[in-house]
Structures are given as C-alpha cells and as structure tokens.
C-alpha cells in the first residue's frame, strides 16, 4: 500500500490517483483518521485494503505534502556507506553514527531548500536516503521480530552544512538542524509492497544527472539492524523516523534541483535557492 497527504487530507495511491480518506470514509461508513499519523499511531488499516467503487483525484490535481508534518523523533545515520565516508575524508565507525534533527528543519515535498547566508555556511550538500517509518511503541526488539515494528518506507533528503561540521564534529547536530535541511515523502510504502529492502537502489540526482547511487545492501549497518540497535537504548514510538545514510551527497548551490529517487519507494524533489538575514521574533 503506498499513502500520502495531499491538500485534501490522506490518501492511498492506487492506478494513477489519489483515493481520500474523507471519501473512503464517505462510501464505506468508517472512521479512518485525518492524519497519517494517526494512522500509524493506532488506526485500522483495514478500511483501505478494498477500494473498488470509490473514485480518485488524478495525481496531476493533487499538490502531495509531508506525511506528517511533525515526526516525534528523526533519527539519522551518518557514514553508513563507504562511498559517503571517502568523500568528505572521514572514517566510518564500528556503531551506527546516529544523530537527531528537529522537526523545523523540515520542507515540503517539492518545495525549497533555502541555503543560510554564506557567513552561516557556504557548503551545503543534499543527500538522498532510504527513510524507515516506526509503526508500533517497541524497546528491545530481537532482530527477528524487527519487521512487526515497521509501518514502512520513505524517500527523504538530508541537508549538511560541511564547512559548519568541518570546524568541528561536535558541531554535527547544529550542521543539520538548518531551516529546511530535511524532508521525507511523499509517499510511504508498507513493507508488504517493498520485499526485499537491501536490494533497493538509493539515488541521489543533481541537476540533470546522478550524482551518487548505492544498493542498501551495501550499507555498513543495515535497516532492521539499525532499528533493532536504536531500541536497546530507547523506546521508539509510531511514526518515529530513521533516515538511514547516503552513499554521497550532491554539493548544491542557488538555482540547483536535487531528488532522491528508490525505485519501488518514492521520488522526493526539491528546489535550491538562496535565504538572506531576516530578523524573525
């Protein structure tokens, strides 16, 4: 199943078009929520399985926006694939290098990255992910029962400040929480549409060609080990996220398009362009 929001409210994907929630509702006499986050949080999905009969809006004529726009936690991974180490001179470590971003850091699916003024930082890349979707309150999970706390998969788009981080890496959380450093969606597949994850292709495209492209399976820590391993030291909680890693990320400027493609998942895009220094209180 493949869900999204949209500025009608949550849908499911289906044939080219976008089926609401608000119509399923209509013609089936349910009560499905009107948020996807409240789905992942305790809502039936049942309801969504049969849509024969209800009619969809065209993908054309919807405008899709985040999932939710506020994931309680994002967890990010950094270093996970050589290639991305190699590239800005670091060394991978043993244990996922996990870090949190703040939920204003976010933008829209297919809206701007606004780059902070160049005395902020002027070395900015974009990296395309593979983003994982918590979808059940779970702490020490055993590996194999990693898969029953999944809701499902994402594209997202993770933004550094390389010269920020370069100064320093205790400066790592302050090089990501940039205002829209960070998006995931559309869409959001469940694991049943997606059966062999580490074989997917993560994609990172700038401009008009590929700047990076990897297999999961090449990833130093994989998905369900990466969510296995979170929970040993917290309790994640539904629709929680983990953006797990880029084999290289795309150095943008003002003017640029970056999109992070997973066949099988999503295509998230986003414009570049350059903020100024606006007071803001």
Same mark, same amino acid.
């Given at each position: ?23 399923? +509702? ?62 800005? +001179? ?77 100064? +320093? ?37 700038? +401009? ?48 640029? *398009? ?10 998230? *895009?986003?414009?570049? *362009? ?8």
């Amino acid at each position: 199943m493949k869900l999204m929001r949209c500025q009608h409210g949550p849908a499911v994907l289906q044939d080219g078009e976008a089926v609401l929630f608000s119509e399923i +509702n209509a013609k089936r006499g349910v009560s499905l929520p009107d948020s996807l986050l409240a789905l992942i949080q305790g809502g039936s999905m049942e309801a969504l399985r049969d849509l024969r009969g209800i009619a969809g809006l065209p993908l054309a004529e919807v405008t899709p926006l985040l999932p939710y726009p506020v994931p309680p936690k994002i967890w990010c991974i950094g270093l996970n694939y050589k290639s991305h180490a190699e590239d800005i +001179n670091a060394v991978q470590p043993e244990e996922p290098g996990s870090f949190m971003k703040p939920a204003s850091c976010l933008f829209e699916p297919g809206g701007d990255i606004v780059l902070p003024p160049a005395d902020v930082s002027d070395d900015v890349d974009a990296e395309g992910e593979l983003g994982v979707v918590i979808g059940r309150r779970c702490r020490f999970v055993p590996r194999e029962h990693v898969n029953e706390v999944i809701f499902g998969y994402t594209t997202t788009l993770d933004l550094t400040a390389l010269d920020v981080l370069a100064r +320093n890496t205790r400066y790592l959380t302050r090089a990501k929480s940039i205002d829209t450093f960070f998006s995931f969606g559309p869409v959001i597949v469940t694991p049943d549409e997606v059966p062999d994850v580490e074989g997917l292709e993560v994609v990172t495209e700038h +401009n008009n060609g590929v700047c990076s492209r990897d297999f999961v399976r090449n990833m130093r820590h994989k998905p369900l080990d990466l969510v296995r391993f979170h929970t040993d030291f917290f309790t994640l909680e539904p629709g929680d996220l983990i953006s797990t890693g880029c084999p290289k990320g795309a150095r943008i400027k003002a003017g640029d *398009t970056v999109r992070s493609r997973i066949d099988g998942v999503g295509l998230l *895009t986003a414009r570049v *362009t350059q903020g100024v220094r606006v007071p803001l209180y």
